[in-house]
């Protein structure tokens, strides 16, 4: 089944990521193109613009590079399912192994979620911060400004 390819600028354009850090990600082994045209352009399919959105995702909750490729290779061995299912090149995996990718995805999954809720925290804070400030500038007699 042929895919259709998207130059890096599309990708940059439909990630919202920028042309330097897509590079960037492929110089690390994030994300390798799917293929090169015959000029030499980097061509990527959907299924790389969904692993940079992974990886976009991770970041502002301050994940690192290696824990990053650490959950994108557990994902691609969990897709790769048993012998044979799976995209060419990816290796098997048994009951065992499965279950310890699981957990791995796992711990990504929990870390994720105290990530969120902390920054939860930050932007309750952050809100009753200008609501103070609104409040002060209120009593001081300054009008509300347009936002």
């Not at 895919?3 to 439909?14: D, P, Y």
Request: charged share 30%; net charge neutral.
């Amino acid at each position: 089944m042929a895919s259709e390819h998207m130059r890096i600028g599309e990708v940059a354009a439909r990630t919202e990521l920028s042309l330097r850090t897509i590079r960037h990600y492929e110089e690390t082994g994030l994300v390798i193109p799917s293929a090169r045209s015959q000029g030499g352009f980097r061509l990527y399919t959907e299924a790389d613009v969904a692993r940079l959105m992974v990886i976009r995702r991770m970041k502002p909750l301050g994940f690192t590079l290696d824990q990053m490729r650490d959950l994108l290779e557990a994902t691609d061995l969990l897709d790769a399912g048993p012998a044979g299912a799976g995209p060419a090149g990816a290796r098997p995996t048994g009951a065992a192994e499965r279950e310890e990718l699981l957990e791995r995805v796992r711990r990504y999954e929990q870390a994720a979620a105290d990530r969120v809720a902390d920054l939860r925290v930050q932007l309750s804070r952050a809100e009753d911060f200008a609501a103070t400030l609104r409040e002060r500038l209120r009593a001081a007699g300054d009008p509300p400004q347009a936002s």
